[in-house]
């Protein structure tokens, strides 16, 4: 399923976008679930209010939200 999306509308391609996708589960946040992955790795957000509008359901803090950013600013 994850690989089934991500092929059809990731920007980034399959190698690249399973490497983000990895390095964020690397993060061993149990905020993170997998759905949010993928809309990170799709939507590859570049601020704090891109991470907030993924992650609506859940409050992330600022440590968290750079972590984040950090990893896909990579992409």
């Given at each position: 399923e994850?690989?089934?999306y991500l092929k059809d509308?990731?920007?980034l391609n399959k190698k690249e976008?399973?490497?983000?996708?990895?390095?964020?589960?690397?993060i061993n946040n149990p905020k993170i679930r997998e759905d949010s992955i993928v809309k990170?790795?799709?939507?590859?957000?570049?601020?704090?209010?891109?991470?907030n509008k993924i992650f609506n359901d859940v409050s992330l803090d600022e440590?968290?939200?750079s972590d984040i950013?950090?990893?896909v600013?990579?992409?």
């Amino acid at each position: 399923e994850l690989h089934r999306y991500l092929k059809d509308f990731c920007p980034l391609n399959k190698k690249e976008a399973d490497a983000l996708a990895n390095s964020i589960r690397d993060i061993n946040n149990p905020k993170i679930r997998e759905d949010s992955i993928v809309k990170i790795v799709d939507l590859l957000p570049r601020d704090a209010e891109d991470i907030n509008k993924i992650f609506n359901d859940v409050s992330l803090d600022e440590k968290e939200i750079s972590d984040i950013l950090a990893i896909v600013k990579d992409y």
